[in-house]
């Protein structure tokens, strides 16, 4: 399939350690934040998301953070595994009323070493 | 369940030519949005149908168009291509007003322009 993120940053890490993928959103009016999972050929996956009103939200190995103050968001990957190898991006977006346009961060690589 | 299906999943035109991609939501959604994503990039919103409408719309000029049935499947053509249009365009489904505004994506239809 077709790379995708060619000329994307890239964070390296072993198989097992945690990873932490940062982005800054742009709108401060944004209420909705979403990560999304990108693989080769693919299209975005939904990982997990974080409503305004909450800082921290917890997955199956996966963490989001959001920081409204400096307009920050992460997501944290324990336990990096081969098959999260893949471009990550952050969309945000105005999700009240439905009128709920994904606004997408540029995206990181993540490449996992075993 | 059947996720969201876009076709075709590849597609060579010419410039000057016309195309119409499809869409086919997720099981219970009613709302479409169209993306285009060149190589590298992050995903740039198009426009969002829900109940027939086009209700929202991206930074694209009036050769995107679309179109939304009654069943909430979708289309996206594009007149007068030109080179630039080559990318990856992805549809995402979702629902208004109801538990699940979080959009989810289809696998993309990759168009080259020649």
């Known amino acids: 399939g077709e790379s995708v993120g060619l000329h994307l940053p890239t964070l390296s890490v072993q198989e097992g350690d945690n990873s932490i993928i940062n982005c800054a959103y742009s709108n401060s009016a944004s209420d909705y934040f979403i990560w999304y999972k990108q693989e080769s050929g693919k299209g975005p996956q939904f990982i997990i998301d974080i409503r305004s009103n909450m800082d921290k939200r917890q997955g199956q190995r996966v963490t989001v953070l959001l920081n409204k103050t400096v307009k920050h968001l992460s997501l944290q990957i324990a336990a990096t595994q081969p098959g999260d190898s893949a471009v990550y991006f952050c969309a945000e977006t105005a999700a009240s009323g439905g009128y709920n346009k994904l606004i997408f961060g540029a995206g990181t690589r993540l490449a996992v070493h075993p | 369940d059947a996720g969201v299906t876009q076709s075709p999943t590849h597609l060579i035109k010419t410039r000057g030519q016309q195309v119409t991609l499809r869409c086919s939501p997720k099981?219970?959604?009613?709302?479409v949005s169209w993306y285009q994503q060149a190589l590298g990039q992050g995903p740039q919103f198009i426009f969002q149908?829900?109940?027939?409408?086009?209700?929202q719309r991206g930074n694209f000029p009036d050769r995107f168009s679309g179109h939304q049935f009654p069943n909430y499947s979708s289309e996206l053509n594009v007149n007068a291509l030109l080179l630039g249009d080559s990318a990856l365009y992805l549809c995402a489904s979702s629902t208004t007003g109801g538990k699940e505004e979080t959009q989810y994506f289809g696998p993309g239809t990759r168009l080259l322009v020649l």
């Open positions: 149908y829900y109940e027939e409408e086009e209700r």
């Open positions: 099981s219970g959604h009613d709302t």
